[in-house]
T-cell receptor, first 112, second 109 residues
Framework: NAGVTQTPKFQVLKTGQSMTLQCAQDMNHNSMYWYRQDPGMGLRLIYYSASEGTTDKGEVPNGYNVSRLNKREFSLRLESAAPSQTSVYFC???????????FGQGTRLTVV | GQSLEQPSEVTAVEGAIVQINCTYQTSGFYGLSWYQQHDGGAPTFLSYNALDGLEETGRFSSFLSRSDSYGYLLLQELQMKDSASYFCAVRHRDDKIIFGKGTRLHILP
């Protein structure tokens, strides 16, 4: 099984550019998540989707939008990138409430 | 608000035992989880406590006390490969998963 697949792995954007980070899981999980990780800040939740067709804000949603395209796919969009969005982004998915979350390998994004 | 507090760094000696604590200020969650992350890698699941008490998985054990809003991860027989960051996390009943800021474990030979 591929598990959770994120694309791209690396990206450099100029300030003001837009991009979409893609995430897909093949484990038939209901819940999917987007996190950003910055040094010393741990994993901060941007948005999550508890089921197909629903999305909710996390801890740091400003500057981002998400789409739960179907049960497998959950994308994260930066409409106008800012240097403060330079970070490592992780997508994760999880099944039932008491099961583990599985993470993709991350996207390292630099905004210059 | 919701927050989980962990020490930022812990240092221990190879072969020893180390405990990483996690205190939280939240409610209405299913349980406390622990994740490991090596430099440049993705977090991976280690352990989960739904109920109060100790859960053991090989060299790793995790403990939860809901009455004390406290949990810990215990690593025994430390190996150099255990050098990593460790995160506690809670899953709320609305499916939101919140992580602590992580504890970087340094292991000395």
């Amino acid at each position: 099984n591929a598990g959770v697949t994120q694309t791209p792995k690396f990206q450099v954007l100029k300030t003001g550019q837009s991009m979409t980070l893609q995430c897909a899981q093949d484990m038939n999980h209901n819940s999917m998540y987007w996190y950003r990780q910055d040094p010393g800040m741990g994993l901060r939740l941007i948005y999550y989707s508890a089921s197909e067709g629903t999305t909710d804000k996390g801890e740091v949603p400003n500057g981002y939008n998400v789409s739960r395209l179907n049960k497998r796919e959950f994308s994260l969009r930066l409409e106008s990138a800012a240097p403060s969005q330079t970070s490592v982004y992780f997508c994760a998915s999880s099944g039932l409430a008491n099961t583990e979350a599985f993470f993709g390998q991350g996207t390292r994004l630099t905004v210059v | 608000g919701q927050s989980l507090e962990q020490p930022s760094e812990v240092t221990a000696v190879e072969g020893a035992i180390v405990q990483i604590n996690c205190t939280y200020q939240t409610s209405g969650f299913y349980g406390l989880s622990w994740y490991q992350q090596h430099d440049g890698g993705a977090p991976t699941f280690l352990s989960y406590n739904a109920l109060d008490g100790l859960e053991e998985t090989g060299r790793f054990s995790s403990f939860l006390s809901r009455s004390d809003s406290y949990g810990y991860l215990l690593l025994q027989e430390l190996q150099m490969k255990d050098s990593a960051s460790y995160f506690c996390a809670v899953r709320h009943r609305d499916d939101k998963i919140i992580f602590g800021k992580g504890t970087r474990l340094h292991i000395l030979p």
